[in-house]
Antibody
Framework: EVQLVQSGAEVKKPGESLKISCKTS????????IGWVRQMPGKGLEWMGI????????RYSPSFQGQVTISADKSINTAYLQWSSLKASDTAMYYC????????????WGQGTLVTVSS | DIQMTQSPSSLSASVGDRVTITCRAS??????LNWYQQKPGEAPKILIY???SLQSGVPSRFTGSGSGTDFTLAISSLQPEDFATYYC?????????FGPGTKLEIK
């Protein structure tokens, strides 16, 4: 069974750093891409970027390039999303999702990680 | 970047109704168009991929059509569990942007 299990909710202050995780199982991590999607409170889905589990080739949306870093550790089948200096506007739910090559869609999703940034 | 628009942004309908949601891409994307459903407090779920292919396990009352720049999601005979927000997404080129969503509410 394919599973993507994300790390728990975080409450941070502006300027702090953060790294959230997406641990996968049930499929061959190195053969697939994992994407990250932001959903701000009451708003729609925003595609942030995607990373290949095998070679860590990463593509970012221009809207998020330089604002976040996406990484992966294939030894533990886990993808990460990190910030070096959080802003209040980073408050959102963040989802990881597995990208199906050939089909070109997200077929499995994590449960989401709520990040709250407040002073 | 390819921008996606959806209409309407919200829609009220009754159980048993047929509804359609439209998605438009800012440039041609062939059939690289997906539809997701999201219910409150849940992660999105894939319904339709490649414009018209029904994901396994999704009821046949959901149908997708279109190619190029204009696409449609149709739901025949609405069921109570269909009231949710629907997003289109292009998978033609990165960034694989989503549309702004259509909220389907009970009339």
């Amino acid at each position: 069974e394919v599973q993507l299990v994300q790390s728990g909710a975080e409450v941070k202050k502006p300027g702090e750093s953060l790294k959230i995780s997406c641990k996968t199982s049930g499929y061959t991590f190195i053969n697939y891409w994992i994407g990250w999607v932001r959903q701000m409170p009451g708003k729609g889905l925003e595609w942030m970027g995607i990373i290949h589990g095998g070679d860590s080739d990463t593509r970012y949306s221009p809207s998020f390039q330089g604002q976040v870093t996406i990484s992966a550790d294939k030894s533990i089948n886990t993808a990460y999303l990190q910030w070096s200096s959080l802003k209040a506007s980073d408050t959102a739910m963040y989802y990881c999702a597995k990208w199906l090559p050939g089909g070109y869609y997200f077929d499995y999703w994590g449960q989401g990680t709520l990040v709250t940034v407040s002073s | 970047d390819i921008q996606m628009t959806q209409s309407p942004s919200s829609l009220s309908a009754s159980v048993g109704d047929r509804v359609t949601i439209t998605c438009r891409a800012s440039q041609t994307i062939s059939s690289y168009l997906n539809w997701y459903q999201q219910k409150p407090g849940e992660a999105p779920k894939i319904l339709i991929y490649a414009a018209s292919s029904l994901q396994s396990g999704v009821p046949s009352r959901f149908t997708g059509s279109g190619s190029g720049t204009d696409f449609t999601l149709a739901i025949s005979s609405l069921q109570p569990e269909d009231f949710a927000t629907y997003y289109c997404q292009q998978s033609y080129s990165t960034p694989y942007n989503f549309g702004p969503g259509t909220k389907l509410e009970i009339k």
